[in-house]
């Protein structure tokens, strides 16, 4: 499937700004699965500066400074990107990547091989995920069991959270604490994916964050209006022997072609889309708009 | 001469048994500290509580201070220094500290190194990778950064103390910003010159070579621009603890002392701002921590660092020392694993002990604290401060029940120590010498091949007899750190750099614009505290005489002399507005608290403590007569407010004093800060002050037309108030006539408290403003305060004398002060635009507050 893919971030600035750094995580990514084929990013006003480095996840961030008064920012990310995932390892084809129990798995986990090195940091807290209290083992532990295979488990765990959780775009902000969206049982995409991490990483297994896209489809017989697509979140959680594997507990499905990756880390905090700092004295609004379609 | 050991070890082992630095159980003194303790006895019990009270008072007089956080009474603080100094012998410290130090410093610097590089300590199993993965020091945004120092670490502090078994060990290791290098410096001095005596024979090791050494290695982090760099100490600002010791350093290294918002960066690089442009930073000596560095990659909700800062220390286009991330090091989750380290990278074991560490990411020693707990000291791995440690022995059932699961929770965020006793040292309490804990902060600085390390440092006293603990981040009492040789050892000297400094005495164009704008308020607001105290003196006066008189006219002029205040303190409605009537009845009343009401805007204490404010943020540039005289003047307020007598007298008496001490103020402030250092600035707030103040008194007093006799009286306080009268009755030798007031205060083109001879000044100071790049060829403050002069150029006194048609009010001379009035106003404004920060106020592009401590 060939997608084009474009996300507009604006904000509009009361009073003007006299310059700004900003930071970006907003290409998408060129892996297994998912070939970049174009991409572009236009800033308006054109940045004084413009860099792009790897972070310490392996994503593309990218770096740009306005140095001139301005009033409205605009970045705009067009990309063209051809998804196939089964080009990917399917864990509905790895008879026993289903069938590894959370004990086999804690087990493995104990290795010191550098691959393995590599994901135990994804156990550990992070900044947005800094505490797994009682409440959210609790959670977890009804679904994952010593003797149960996890990827079993953490699928029930998705299908919980889409049936217990509300998804409401107006109680939480990217500053909710956990513990208060897991009381709430309300939230967004990156609530949902957080309380997952949250509950994988409190009975030791790594969890990651995802951010990316996801294609709506309209309604049988209409057509597709711009601007309905959203950015999205999602988590992954690595099964030893096998590897990552995405869920979405904001759709209750596991992502297929319809899920675009632009970057990992450990929550929300590591990979922002758009943040910065402006040196204003006003007010600012911001309005992001995301179009997918297949490309023609 | 033998020392007399009734005399000061009376009591010392009383009821307090452990290992002593001095006395050793069978009563006899430790060799090394007989000569010291000789010189104490010499000296005799009465001489030395006279001279500990002096340390004291010096102490307190050059403003050493230690800030409390959350204490209201912690705020500026006095420094403590016992006059008992802590002694180490030559060659204890050369042979096992001074080695064991570069060791560790060298050992820290390659784990510093390896930790955001190529990570090889974990990958080969040396560490745990949660030890690192896990403390909220390794700060992702710092991985694979490169530096052009010889070393990464630049600067290491160690706390040590002397374990059952004679050594000194390592108690912690401090690298983000390590305070107390200040405080032993300014304790060595204050011991020198309150007790000479004391040094008497012995030969203690200097510590101005590593000062110098110090120095050297600021100019050599510079990334490019070697042969001049421009290095800077950042500081988060007056409130911070050490804030006292930020300040003393920049004006001991002679670098600028700057806050976050003096520094941006553009065009890939640092640059602080000055007034005439920005000026690029090539070194940054740092005490802010390092979440704070940087808003737009570290902590969002951060004004104590600079925006985009990271990525120019990528670039290598400027040097943090310490380096960004450098906080991963403090860390008690590497101390079970720094002996394999040692042996990693230099094939030997550590030289220094450390305490016996368990770090529960283990199984087997997780099972061990855990069955242990009663015995154990815990910690956080990343948290040093009190709050974060255990000391299980104190806790009950429950607590230690809490704490268990904790551990168990993220086993892997905790560290169990033995707990030790370590040794005391002798402190002078009322007369007497008594056992204190103590705790020894060594410092190290990296040079091109290794570390160079201070002799002495500074030492820390427990707070109380049988306090088992000393805490860094509390205050409290410090020592002197002598490390004692058989060699003579030269004097301390004030200054000791060699030729190595490049440092150029830099000009007004320099000016960092945030002192720029504290001097700038600082004479503002003591302009306006002189104005104000002393129009309130003069009406307590008139109150005073008053009482013995009571003549109609002047309790009518007395009333006007009430609404007066209000205007020119702008504290309505007072004497003028709503209630005014029973204000009126009890005048002194509302007079009280307009003087000594801190809450109250307007009031004379309100204006000496925002005075106080803008003045700690400038105490670099200020010299140890002025800490004394501003502290008098704090003195003076705090034992009248004691006192509680709020009479008329009193009142007065108390506004004589704090007259006397703010002039003497404000001579040394010109005395002692040159025009380059912004005294300029401070000339144009104080003026454009106190003219604003005097055009205020004109426009209350002079307008209105009063009869005779009432004017008399008028004219006779506002000449008072002014400092006027004599110089008057000089120039006119006549009966005080409106017209010649007028002459003498508004006209007079000589008078330097005339209101066309400030106006002249104050545009002369403006005019000398550096152009400030991007501005106007000739900028709006200077536009504003030469149309103000033309302005008074222009008046003549029939103009300004003339009245209305009903002849109550002289609308000429109102009009013309009030327009003078606000050219002024616009002139201030303009100055602060053009040369201060108000532009650049730093805010998130959205609000991402998130809960990251």
């Known amino acids: 499937m060939l997608y084009q893919v474009s996300h507009t971030t604006s904000y509009d600035y009361e009073d003007g700004v006299s310059f700004c750094h900003n930071i970006a995580t907003i290409k998408p990514k060129d892996i297994l699965g998912q070939t970049l084929v174009d991409y572009r990013l236009d800033i308006h006003p054109a940045p004084t500066e413009f860099s792009e480095r790897t972070d310490f996840f392996g994503n593309t961030i990218t770096r740009f400074s306005i140095q001139e008064h301005h009033k409205k920012l605009q970045v705009i990310a067009f990309s063209k990107i051809l998804r196939d995932y089964t080009q990917a390892p399917n864990i509905f084809e790895s008879a026993s990547g289903q069938k590894i129990t959370l004990n086999e798995a804690l087990t493995a986990l104990k290795n010191q091989k550098?691959?393995?090195?590599?994901?135990?940091?994804?156990?550990?807290?992070?900044?947005?995920?800094?505490?797994?209290?009682?409440?959210?083992?609790?959670?977890?532990?009804?679904?994952?069991?010593?003797?149960?295979?996890?990827?079993?488990?953490?699928?029930?765990?998705?299908?919980?959270?889409?049936?217990?959780?509300?998804?409401n775009p107006n109680v939480t902000n990217v500053a909710t604490p956990i513990y208060e969206v897991m009381a709430k049982k309300k939230g967004v995409c990156q609530d949902f994916a957080q309380i997952a991490i949250a509950c994988i990483r409190s009975i030791g297994l790594p969890a990651r964050y995802v951010s990316g896209y996801i294609e709506t489809l309209p309604p049988p017989g209409k057509e597709k209006l711009v601007g309905v697509d959203a950015s999205h979140a999602w988590f992954s959680m690595y099964i030893p022997?096998?590897?990552?594997?995405?869920?979405?507990?904001?759709?209750?499905?596991?992502?297929?072609?319809?899920?675009i990756i632009v970057a990992y880390g450990r929550d929300y905090y590591d990979v922002p889309p758009v943040k910065g700092v402006i040196y204003s004295s006003g007010q600012n609004k911001m309005k992001v708009e995301v179009d997918i379609r297949a490309a023609v | 001469m033998p020392v007399d050991t009734n005399t000061f070890f009376q009591n010392y082992f009383s009821s307090f048994r452990n290992y002593d630095e001095v006395l050793k159980s069978d009563m006899s003194i430790n060799p090394n500290w007989e000569k010291l303790l000789q010189n104490l006895s010499k000296m005799g019990s009465?001489?030395?509580?006279?001279?500990?009270?002096?340390?004291?008072?010096?102490?307190?007089?050059?403003?050493?201070?230690?800030?409390?956080?959350?204490?209201?009474?912690?705020?500026?603080?006095?420094?403590?220094?016992?006059?008992v100094p802590f002694v180490i012998y030559e060659n204890e410290w050369e042979s096992t500290i001074e080695r064991g130090l570069k060791q560790r410093a060298e050992l820290l610097n390659l784990v510093l190194k390896d930790i955001y590089g190529k990570r090889e300590l974990i990958a080969n199993g040396i560490i745990p990778q949660e030890v690192i993965f896990a403390h909220r020091g390794f700060l992702r945004q710092c991985d694979q950064i490169e530096y052009a120092t010889s070393k990464n670490l630049l600067v290491y502090s160690a706390d040590l103390a002397r374990g059952p078994d004679g050594r000194m060990w390592v108690v912690t290791d401090r690298t983000q910003a390590p305070s107390g290098m200040g405080y032993a410096l300014e304790n060595r001095y204050a011991l020198n010159r309150v007790l000479p005596n004391i040094f008497e024979g012995i030969n203690v090791k200097q510590p101005s070579q590593f000062f110098n050494e110090f120095n050297q290695m600021l100019l050599d982090a510079a990334p490019k621009n070697k042969s001049n760099p421009n290095i800077v100490i950042l500081t988060p600002g007056p409130l911070n603890e050490t804030y006292f010791e930020h300040a003393y350093l920049a004006s001991f290294l002679g670098y600028p002392l700057v806050m976050g918002n003096d520094l941006v960066v553009r065009h890939g690089k640092l640059w602080m701002k000055t007034l005439k442009e920005l000026k690029q930073v090539d070194v940054v000596l740092r005490r802010v921590d390092d979440v704070f560095m940087d808003p737009l990659e570290l902590r969002e909700d951060s004004y104590l660092g600079v925006a985009g800062l990271l990525e120019v220390v990528r670039n290598q286009e400027v040097t943090i020392v310490n380096p960004i991330g450098s906080g991963i090091i403090d860390n008690s989750g590497l101390i079970p694993f720094m002996n394999a380290i040692c042996n990693y990278f230099l094939n030997e074991d550590?030289?220094?002990?450390?305490?016996?560490?368990?770090?529960?990411?283990?199984?087997?020693?997780?099972?061990?604290?855990?069955?242990?707990?009663k015995d154990l000291v815990v910690k956080r791995i990343d948290r040093s401060n009190r709050e974060n440690i255990f000391f299980c022995e104190f806790l009950d059932d429950e607590a230690l029940n809490k704490l268990k699961n904790e551990i168990l929770l993220a086993p892997y965020q905790f560290v169990a120590q033995e707990k030790i006793s370590f040794s005391t040292a002798p402190n002078f309490v009322n007369g007497t010498l008594e056992p204190r804990k103590v705790m020894c902060r060594t410092f190290a600085i990296a040079k091109k091949d290794g570390y160079s390390?201070?002799?002495?440092?500074?030492?820390?006293?427990?707070?109380?007899?049988?306090?088992?603990?000393?805490?860094?981040?509390?205050?409290?009492?410090?020592?002197?750190?002598?490390?004692?040789?058989?060699?003579?050892?030269?004097?301390?000297?004030?200054?000791?750099?060699?030729?190595?400094?490049?440092?150029?005495?830099?000009?007004?164009?320099?000016?960092?614009?945030?002192?720029a704008e504290n001097l700038f308020w600082s004479g503002r607001y003591l302009g306006r505290a002189l104005v104000t105290a002393r129009y309130f003196r003069m009406v307590l006066n008139r109150m005073n005489q008053q009482q013995y008189h009571n003549a109609k006219s002047e309790s009518e002029s007395l009333i006007l002399l009430y609404k007066s205040i209000t205007n020119l303190t702008s504290?309505?409605?007072?004497?003028?507005?709503?209630?005014?009537?029973?204000?009126l009845k009890d005048p002194l009343k509302e007079i009280t608290a307009l003087i000594m009401d801190d809450d109250r805007i307007g009031s004379l204490a309100q204006t000496l403590s925002s005075f106080n404010n803008s003045y700690y943020s400038l105490r670099s540039l200020w010299s140890k007569d002025m800490w004394r005289v501003f502290d008098g003047i704090k003195r003076q307020w705090e034992k009248f407010e004691d006192k509680g007598d709020y009479s008329v007298t009193e009142l007065s008496k108390l506004l004589d004093r704090i007259i006397t001490r703010l002039i003497a103020f404000m001579g040394l402030i010109e005395d002692s800060i040159l025009v380059h250092q912004g005294l300029l600035l401070y000339f144009i707030g104080l003026q454009t002050e106190q003219t604003m103040m005097n055009i205020a008194k004109c426009r209350s007093l002079l307008v209105i037309n009063y009869e005779e006799h009432l004017q008399y009286e008028i004219?006779?306080?506002?000449?008072?108030?002014?400092?006027?009268?004599?110089?008057?009755?000089?120039?006119?030798?006549?009966?005080?006539?409106l017209e010649n007031v007028i002459k003498l205060i508004i006209l007079d083109k000589d008078y330097g408290k005339s209101l066309s001879y400030q106006i002249r000044r104050i545009q002369k100071d403006v005019d000398k403003l550096p152009i400030s790049e991007g501005a106007a060829v000739i900028s709006k403050c200077k536009e504003k305060i030469a149309l103000a002069h033309t302005k008074m150029q222009n008046l003549t006194i029939e103009n300004l004398l003339e009245l209305n048609e009903d002849a109550t009010i002289r609308q000429n001379l109102d009009d013309v002060l009030a327009e003078v009035s606000e050219l002024l106003h616009e002139t201030s404004m303009a100055i602060s635009d053009t040369y201060f920060n108000h532009s650049y106020m730093q805010k998130q592009l959205s609000n991402q507050n998130f809960p990251l401590s």
């Open chain 1, 114 to 167: 550098p691959d393995i090195l590599d994901v135990r940091q994804f156990i550990l807290k992070s900044i947005l995920i800094a505490e797994f209290n009682s409440e959210i083992r609790d959670y977890a532990e009804v679904s994952f069991k010593p003797q149960r295979p996890i990827f079993e488990a953490a699928n029930e765990l998705m299908q919980r959270i889409f049936n217990d959780f509300e998804f």
């Open chain 1, 241 to 259: 022997t096998f590897g990552w594997v995405d869920f979405d507990p904001t759709n209750n499905q596991i992502p297929k072609n319809q899920h």
């Open chain 2, 46 to 83: 009465e001489n030395l509580l006279a001279k500990q009270k002096e340390v004291d008072w010096l102490m307190e007089e050059n403003g050493v201070t230690y800030n409390v956080y959350n204490d209201p009474n912690g705020m500026h603080r006095s420094w403590g220094l016992n006059i």
């Open chain 2, 350 to 373: 550590l030289i220094l002990p450390q305490i016996a560490s368990w770090w529960c990411g283990q199984i087997v020693e997780r099972n061990y604290v855990i069955n242990n707990l």
């Open chain 2, 453 to 515: 390390i201070m002799p002495g440092g500074l030492v820390r006293v427990a707070s109380e007899r049988e306090t088992l603990f000393v805490f860094n981040q509390r205050g409290g009492i410090s020592k002197d750190f002598w490390v004692v040789s058989d060699q003579f050892q030269n004097h301390i000297q004030n200054y000791a750099w060699g030729n190595t400094s490049n440092y150029k005495v830099s000009d007004m164009n320099d000016l960092p614009s945030n002192t």
């Open chain 2, 571 to 583: 504290t309505f409605p007072g004497f003028v507005g709503k209630g005014s009537k029973t204000r």
């Open chain 2, 715 to 737: 004219l006779e306080s506002l000449l008072t108030s002014h400092e006027s009268l004599n110089i008057y009755r000089y120039s006119y030798r006549s009966y005080l006539s």
